[in-house]
């Protein structure tokens, strides 16, 4: 076996590794031996020299993603590796019925640390893949993770993109490596969730061009929105808003302070009921709206960028989250629905609800919590890494 460099962690650092948490932060790292660099192959031993796992480095507060835990200990990630990793992935979405679903063909294929591919994200729209690196080593990896993919999907897949200038250092996002096309071409498609239609810009919208996470809570939405007048802030490509149209709403309002998303929006509520008279976009900011404006509505969704990525800006953020909720309250109508959301990290579920509830009592309303939401099963949460549950949701029914 070739020499790999081989970094050793301090005394009592090795314990969350040896309990499977895929990441190795800067400070626990004793020594490096050897030569390393961003996206090199390392090996993590503990202090008394046990061999704990492999992984690819990155100078960076998360020093090392671990690829494979002991007893596993891969010569070089090679196109097996890659290809069996993603199998894996796949053969989960199969298992749950998403690869060969009728009604819905966009979903999560890797979701990070939840799929053992710690820093990869990988969606699938209607046989185009969208892959985004969060690491310098996966970015290194990017046509033997493209090669592994059509393998998998064969004559199924039409292109593979690849976007991570928003997501890999800023030295490495000016690179012309970080954006283009690893397969294929086809930079935009319609595709369907749960008989929804919606046209996906993979290569020029947010993110890989969708918000797939929210796919099991518009379906729920949909439950509650016949006959009522709906109000869905932060709407981007307006899934919220189609659902809603979908299931009967009077009338619905699709807020955002993009005029690009609103176009998006209105583009998709077309493609799904044609020409419609309930429904009308705003462009504004959704705090200063929702408080200036007199109008009761029977259903509001909050769903907000991460208000913080950053434990030293948590607490604003819940501050943000509790102004937002408290002026969103005050204007549902007695007996209406507030679908309310968080995907910042730091925040958790039982602080979000904390902060919801404050907000409630600030706007002097009485709530019922009807669900607690989380991410759907293609964005599966590793047992051993609890911070890949990422977004929070409560259904409030409000007196």
């Known amino acids: 076996m070739s020499e790999k460099t081989k970094i050793v962690l301090r005394s009592g650092k090795d314990d969350a590794l040896k309990r499977f948490h895929p990441w190795v932060f800067s400070g626990a790292i004793k020594k490096i031996y050897g030569p390393v660099h961003d996206g090199s192959l390392v090996e993590v031993f503990s202090n008394k020299d046990e061999y704990?796992?492999?992984?690819l480095y990155q100078d960076a507060s998360i020093a090392v993603r671990i690829m494979a835990f002991a007893p596993d200990r891969p010569e070089l990630l090679n196109n097996d590796f890659w290809y069996k990793k993603l199998l894996n992935a796949w053969q989960l979405r199969e298992s749950t019925g998403l690869t060969e679903n009728k009604n819905t063909n966009v979903y999560r294929l890797v979701h990070g640390e939840g799929d053992h591919l710690p820093g990869l994200i990988i969606d699938h729209y209607n046989g185009n893949l969208v892959i985004q690196a969060h690491a310098i080593g996966i970015h290194n990896y990017r046509n033997e993770i493209a090669e592994g993919l059509r393998k998998i999907y064969g004559k199924n897949l039409k292109s593979i993109y690849y976007k991570s200038?928003?997501?890999?250092?800023?030295n490495f996002a000016q690179s012309n490596e970080v954006e283009g096309f690893l397969f294929g071409?086809?930079?935009?498609?319609?595709?369907?969730?749960?008989?929804?239609?919606?046209?996906v810009d993979f290569v020029h919208g947010q993110k890989t061009g969708f918000f797939i996470d929210q796919r099991e809570n518009r379906?729920?939405?949909?439950?509650?929105?016949?006959?009522r007048t709906v109000l869905n802030t932060f709407c981007y490509s307006g899934g919220f808003s189609?659902?809603?149209l979908g299931a009967g709403a009077s009338f619905v309002e699709s807020l955002d302070s993009s005029g690009k998303a609103l176009e998006l929006a209105e583009k998709n509520v077309q493609l799904n009921f044609h020409q419609t008279n309930n429904?009308?976009?705003?462009?504004?900011d959704a705090v200063q709206f929702i408080r200036e404006n007199k109008k009761a509505y029977d259903v509001i969704i909050l769903d907000p960028p991460a208000f913080a990525k950053h434990t030293n800006v948590r607490h604003n953020a819940v501050q943000g989250y509790k102004r937002l909720n408290a002026e969103a309250i005050r204007q549902i109508s007695p007996g209406g629905v507030l679908f309310t959301f968080s995907c910042s990290q730091v925040v958790n579920m039982n602080l979000f609800k904390s902060t919801v509830i404050a907000a409630a009592i600030q706007a002097g309303r009485q709530a019922r919590v009807l669900h607690q939401m989380t991410q759907p099963h293609d964005h599966p949460v590793n047992a051993f890494h609890p911070e890949g549950e990422y977004l929070k949701g409560l259904v409030l029914y409000i007196d």
């Open 52 to 55: 704990l796992g492999s992984g």
């Open 165 to 170: 200038k928003d997501t890999l250092p800023g």
């Open 185 to 199: 071409d086809a930079s935009s498609d319609i595709v369907l969730e749960y008989g929804h239609r919606f046209e």
């Open 219 to 227: 379906k729920l939405l949909a439950e509650y929105t016949k006959n």
């Open 242 to 244: 189609v659902y809603a």
């Open 279 to 284: 429904h009308t976009v705003i462009q504004a």
